[in-house]
């Protein structure tokens, strides 16, 4: 079945540093993938995503690039601020499954001032 | 637009009691989905429906679980007899339809005692 796998965490930041989290997928298909980031206190929420192959995926100064070749979809931020403080979650959908999410275990995130 | 609604926030039982759960999505949204978190974990797909009929089911929703939507609106999530393993965070999403963006709700804490 599909899977998502992504880096554990916490990974702690100064800010301003450069952010990478890694994620890569299994999928019987062409998957969907997302980011998706979830603030203390608040529902997740859609960050950036990306439905076919060599597509980058952008918001907020986050982007990730659709990898097919090596079944990656890797979230990077040049800058970080304290505001980006949050759990993020990698994510596939597989076009026919009506939107049926398929999440990683997700990575916490820390950036001190 | 108020977003995606769930009632009660936060939920303590005792072993072998019912509970059950409310969603109200984003108004005019057809699709309904309700997913499980437990600590240090990305959601796990549950069920969804499409208005009022429940399209797909996870294994993960044993026969105590049993989610409804009457009349293509509201949601309940209702788990029997429930186990300390059932503790853990319930989301509803919701969104406007196939391909379309999901909308996630705060999510009820069930804790089992």
């Known amino acids: 079945g599909d899977s998502v796998t992504q880096m554990e965490g916490p990974v702690t930041l100064s800010e301003e540093a450069f952010l990478t989290i890694n994620c890569t997928y299994t999928a019987t298909g062409y998957p969907s993938l997302f980011w998706y980031v979830q603030y203390p206190g608040e529902g997740l929420q859609l960050l950036l995503k990306a439905t076919k192959a060599d597509d980058k995926g952008s918001n907020k100064g986050f982007e990730a690039t659709y990898r097919k070749e090596t079944t990656s979809f890797h979230l990077e931020k040049g800058s970080v601020q304290v505001s980006d403080s949050a759990v993020y979650f990698c994510?596939?959908?597989?076009?026919?499954?009506?939107?049926?999410?398929?999440f990683g275990g997700g990575t916490r995130v820390l950036v001190k001032p | 637009d108020t977003g995606v609604s769930q009632d009660p926030r936060h939920k303590i039982t005792k072993r072998g009691q019912n509970v059950t759960f409310r969603c109200d999505p984003i108004s005019e949204h057809n699709r309904l989905y309700w997913y499980r978190q437990t600590l240090g974990q990305g959601p796990e797909f549950l069920t969804y429906?499409?208005?009022?009929?429940?399209?797909?089911k996870s294994r993960l929703l044993s026969d105590r679980f049993s989610a409804e939507r009457p009349k293509g609106s509201f949601s309940t999530l209702e788990i029997q007899r429930t186990e300390q393993g059932d503790s853990a965070m319930y989301l509803c999403?919701?969104?406007?339809?196939?391909?379309?963006?999901?909308?996630f709700g705060s999510g009820t804490q069930l804790s089992v005692l």
């Open positions: 999403a919701s969104s406007g339809g196939a391909g379309e963006k999901l909308f």
């Open positions: 429906f499409q208005n009022e009929a429940q399209l797909e």
């Open positions: 994510a596939l959908s597989e076009g026919a499954a009506g939107n049926k999410l398929t």
